[in-house]
């Protein structure tokens, strides 16, 4: 997924919290926006530690959720600046299905053009 960019500035993590729309997936919520033209797409995951407790299942979660991401090769998730992160506190040992997670925001971004 070379077109992608990290979140740069404050401002882009603003833009896409502000303006963005919600999906809730599960344990997960995600806060979308289209992205600028002219620039790559940002990727965030936030997961704190009062959401997420052990720094093993934070970076677990964030490497399954990117691993799904480069598997799906949607060209739909280069259109948009996504922020993925933990509205409440998540069990000892998150249960998320990537696959099945990134198959429904396709279907939400595929209904959004």
Not at 37 to 56: D, E, H, N, T
Not at 75 to 96: G, R, V
């Given at each position: 997924?070379?077109?992608?960019?990290?979140?740069?500035a404050?401002?882009?993590?603003?833009?896409?919290?502000?303006?963005?729309?919600?999906?809730?997936?599960?344990?997960?919520?995600?806060?979308?926006?289209?992205?600028?033209?002219?620039?790559?797409?940002?990727?965030?995951?936030?997961?704190?530690?009062?959401?997420?407790?052990?720094?093993?299942?934070?970076?677990?979660?964030?490497?399954?959720?990117?691993?799904?991401?480069?598997?799906?090769?949607?060209?739909?998730?280069t259109?948009?600046?996504?922020?993925?992160?933990?509205?409440?506190?998540?069990s000892?040992?998150?249960?998320?299905?990537?696959?099945?997670?990134?198959?429904?925001?396709g279907?939400?971004?595929?209904?959004?053009?």
């Amino acid at each position: 997924m070379s077109e992608l960019r990290p979140l740069s500035a404050k401002e882009d993590f603003e833009r896409v919290f502000r303006y963005g729309k919600a999906l809730f997936l599960g344990d997960l919520s995600l806060k979308y926006a289209k992205t600028l033209p002219g620039q790559k797409a940002i990727r965030r995951f936030s997961f704190g530690k009062s959401k997420v407790f052990l720094a093993s299942d934070r970076n677990r979660l964030r490497r399954t959720l990117i691993g799904a991401l480069e598997r799906s090769q949607n060209p739909l998730f280069t259109q948009y600046d996504m922020i993925f992160y933990a509205p409440k506190k998540l069990s000892k040992k998150p249960k998320i299905d990537p696959e099945a997670l990134i198959l429904a925001l396709g279907d939400v971004l595929a209904r959004q053009k």
